[in-house]
């Protein structure tokens, strides 16, 4: 079981200011999932505990010389505190640029550009006489090396792989309607106050492009309605007749009809959901799963300076449900 690999500028940017920050906010530790082609960020994807969320990259998003092999068609997991890899890694960029400014001003020059070097290890911990695995990042200046250990969990067995792929695969699939949020800012504003209002929050999906959220208590009830936003996949056109109608007399009608699906989900998922928000994604697509299964949100990410999607990078959260949820 071998993984080595260089990160490139745009990878240390891309890890460093924007998806280890996000994804540290999905929960502590995660599982890093390393293929031929792919490397994911998987959250609660074995366990079926609180939100799954998925961060997928090519390996040319991240990384040159990826070299990878091993015995489970070459695909490596373990489990891996995101905390210690973030600190590890802002750690190793602060030594890596000290070293990229100091071999510059070197006599003759280090004719070898600066890397950042990452692998898979195996090292005999202080005190210890059992090798533990280690993810190990490496960079080299004109005289010295500096190492960072990140200590990782034992990599899961080829049953355990072939489990997290199943679900992996599973995770993937898309809900039929989704609708694009395009203020981010003003549903997190929204959503903050509905923390202090109550624990439980409806979430109404329609194919006209309707988002409706609301949370109630014995003593308030209080909603927020999205209406006419952009739609993929399954929609329908709005009943003209409905104009003059309360949002609640809306979604009713819309989930008669069969145009409109809603589900119940934790205030605190949805909340920590949007924390997804420091990757800087560039739009969000809400959608309900069949049958109600999980609400999920997908963040789209775009070429910069274009509005083209970057299929290099890829994010999305599944909320589980409170509630089966009617269609």
Known sequence: ???????????????????????????KICHLYLTRDHVYFLHNLLN???IQCIAQFRKEALFDEYRLSSQNDDRISFAIDLSLLHRA???????????????????GGNSAPNHIQIKL??????????????????TKGYKSAVIQDVPISKP???????????????????PQTLIQVPDMHQLQNFVEKMKNVGDVLSVSISKYGDLHLQ??????????????????????????????????????????RGDAMTVQVSVKHFFKSLQCHAAKPDCAFYGIAQQGACLTVVFQFFIPGTHQTDKAISLHCRLPVLDPGAS
């Open 156 to 174: 899961l067995s080829r049953s355990d792989v072939l489990e997290l792929q199943a679900a992996l695969d599973m995770a993937q699939d898309l």
């Open 215 to 256: 949370v109630s208590t014995s003593l308030i009830t209080l909603g927020a309605e999205f209406r006419k936003l952009s739609v993929i996949g399954e929609q329908a056109q709005s009943p003209t007749d409905d104009q003059n109608l309360s949002a609640q007399s809306r979604t009713r009608i819309a989930l008669q």
């Open 89 to 107: 890694l802002h750690s190793i960029i602060s030594i890596y640029t000290e070293f990229s400014a100091s071999d510059s001003g070197v006599p």
């Open 121 to 138: 290890v195996k090292k005999l911990p202080p005190h210890s006489q059992q090798p533990m695995p280690f993810l190990t990042f490496e």
């Open 48 to 50: 079926g505990d609180g």
């Open 1 to 27: 079981m071998k993984f080595k690999a260089f990160l490139t500028d745009n990878g240390v940017s891309l890890l460093d200011k924007r998806f280890l920050p996000a994804l540290e906010k999905m929960g």
